[in-house]
């Protein structure tokens, strides 16, 4: 059974930093595309980042250029958004995504398998 998993989120100060983790079971990650969307209430779900089987690393908010980075552990089948410099606009549930393809894409539609989601708080 295919099924993605996300942990790290929580409550923290501006300017702070969180690290979630996405892991998978039922399937082996380095062959799909990881997309990390997050949605704020009462706002539409954005793309956040990206990575590809190849390790192509992409970024689709100016906001987080520089603060967010994703990454690969694929001996523990996870990828990892480490959370920089928080803002409060940041505030949303945060989900990683699937699908087995090449290339990354922004779009939601694009995924095949979805996590639950955590939620991030950014407040003092």
């Known amino acids: 059974q295919v099924q993605l998993v996300e942990s790290g989120g929580g409550l923290v100060q501006p300017g702070g930093s969180l690290r979630l983790s996405c892991a998978a079971s039922?399937?082996?990650?380095?062959?799909?595309?990881i997309g990390w969307f997050r949605q704020a209430p009462g706002k539409e779900r954005e793309g956040v980042s990206c990575i590809s089987p190849s390790d192509g690393r992409f970024y689709y908010l100016d906001s987080v250029k520089g603060r967010f980075t994703v990454s690969r552990d694929n001996a523990q089948n996870t990828v990892v958004l480490q959370m920089n410099s928080l803002k409060s606009e940041d505030t949303a549930v945060y989900y990683c995504a699937a699908a087995r393809r090449t290339f990354c894409d922004r779009d939601w539609s694009y995924y095949d398998h979805w996590g639950q989601g955590t939620q991030v708080t950014v407040s003092s």
């Open positions: 039922g399937f082996t990650l380095n062959y799909y595309i």
